[in-house]
């Protein structure tokens, strides 16, 4: 059989069996959905004071947006799934830029950084969106360092610009704090 009947073949069969190929939009699903195609990851999370009750600290996240995501970041969530203390944060001062905190680049705009009172989840948005094929950080700055020592995880999801979206998780920034040699 001829290559070119081979493909044409698989294609109405492709077709007819109700899959639909989806090259030139792979990151929109059937329902309208709009996804990454390779989700951004999480790649570090570092606090600048890592000691009890601190006031002037900042939490850096540091995300990789894959050239292949295919689509932009608009916006990130970061919630605080564990750590004894409810870490506050002054959402007025978040700053995000591309590159890591060792390695600083352009400051990247922000639009609306919320809390959601009930879920005391964090919202970033980036406006314009990140393109991909960067990596980022985003800097959240707590009113103070948590008063009790341990380990404090952020789990953050990534979402594409739309109106449906489908977000996805990025990971989990675990920061530890020491308390005071004299505790």
């Known amino acids: ?6 493909v044409t073949t698989f294609a109405a069969i492709a077709v007819v069996g109700g ?10 699903l059937r329902d309208g959905t709009v996804s990454f195609v390779q989700p951004p990851r999480l790649v570090a999370a570092t606090t600048s004071y890592k000691d009890v009750n601190v006031w002037n600290a900042t939490y850096y996240f540091t995300i990789s947006l894959p050239a292949q995501a295919d689509e932009p970041l608009q916006k990130v969530t970061i919630d605080q799934s564990e750590g004894v203390d409810r870490i506050r944060f002054d959402l007025e001062d978040t700053r995000a830029f591309e590159g890591t905190r060792q390695n600083r680049g ?31 950080t985003i800097g959240l700055r707590p009113v103070q360092n948590p008063r009790t020592s341990g380990v404090y995880l952020f789990g953050l999801r990534g979402f594409p610009p739309g109106e449906k979206t489908a977000s996805q998780f990025l990971g989990y920034g ?9 505790d």
Do not use: H
């Open 1 to 6: 059989m001829p290559v070119s009947k081979l």
């Open 19 to 28: 899959i639909t190929p989806q090259l030139a939009q792979a990151a929109k």
């Open 106 to 136: 352009e400051k990247i705009p922000l639009g609306a950084v919320t809390r959601d009172k009930e879920t005391r989840t964090i919202s970033v948005v980036f406006d314009p969106p990140v393109a991909p094929g960067k990596i980022i």
């Open 174 to 182: 675990r920061l530890q704090f020491y308390g005071d040699l004299f």
